[in-house]
């Protein structure tokens, strides 16, 4: 069993720039401070998430903690994150430790799906991922959000910032073949932008049917061993029948 920590803190911080987000966190597990969690979400989810959630956020890229550990350690974490905000070009660093006060801080993340879906009537979620290096998150980050920017289709950005990984989720019209064409080629190039930065197609979400090919180009002859343990463990193909391993 997981010991209950003495203590829980959970932080929100806004940044004008994608990539003083991305140093805060990677300067912070740098000096080993131990982040319980850290989710990053876009200017755009922030909107949606203040639309949806009825919340008045600053609509920029935000950083959401949670730290974990006894009173005094957590203080010190805070405050060590809360000064690489500061240097970082970040914004007023709001923290608490109540958990009524923590709930209403992580609210926006909780919601962020459905606020993000219902950027505009009648729409449906259509949700991807990838996950990159730490180095290259901020870059890869800043180039998708270009192509979104130029898109017809409402999309907005959110993931889990210290692993690398972040996710796009669109509201599309479901009645528009032309809609899911266009997220359906903006998704290609997030893979292709990934895998050329030496990330991965999927961050936590699985292969499934959808991105069966890029794991092929992802992993090229490797996939073959993996068919050969799949057939060795499930001869009759009837665990995940139809997937890329049988």
């Not at 203040?50 to 008045?56: A, F, I, L, Q």
């Not at 870059?139 to 409402?154: F, H, R």
Request: with cysteine.
């Amino acid at each position: 069993m997981h010991a209950i920590p003495e203590a829980i803190a959970c932080a929100i911080c806004s940044f004008e720039t994608i990539g003083g987000a991305v140093d805060t966190v990677v300067q912070s597990m740098q000096l080993g401070v131990p982040l319980a969690r850290v989710e990053i979400l876009d200017d755009v989810q922030i909107r949606a998430v203040n639309r949806w959630s009825k919340m008045d956020l600053p609509e920029l890229t935000t950083l959401f903690f949670e730290f974990h550990g006894s009173a005094g350690y957590v203080a010190e974490q805070v405050e060590t994150v809360r000064e690489l905000a500061n240097a970082n070009g970040g914004g007023e660093f709001k923290w608490a430790n109540l958990p009524e006060e923590r709930s209403r801080l992580w609210k926006a993340r909780h919601e962020a799906y459905y606020a993000a879906v219902n950027l505009r009537p009648g729409a449906i979620g259509w949700a991807t991922d990838v996950c990159v290096p730490m180095s290259r998150l901020a870059q890869c980050i800043e180039e998708t959000k270009t192509e979104l920017k130029a898109s017809t289709v409402p999309a907005t950005i959110l993931g889990h910032v210290g692993d690398g990984n972040f996710h796009v989720v669109f509201s599309i019209d479901p009645n528009s073949p032309e809609e899911l064409a266009e997220v359906k080629s903006l998704d290609a190039r997030l893979v292709r932008r990934a895998l050329d930065m030496d990330g991965t197609c999927t961050g936590e979400h699985g292969i499934g049917l959808g991105k069966q090919e890029w794991l092929l180009e992802e992993l090229g002859d490797a996939v073959e061993l993996m068919r050969s343990v799949k057939k060795a463990l499930d001869p009759r193909g009837i665990m995940n029948p139809g997937k890329i391993f049988i």
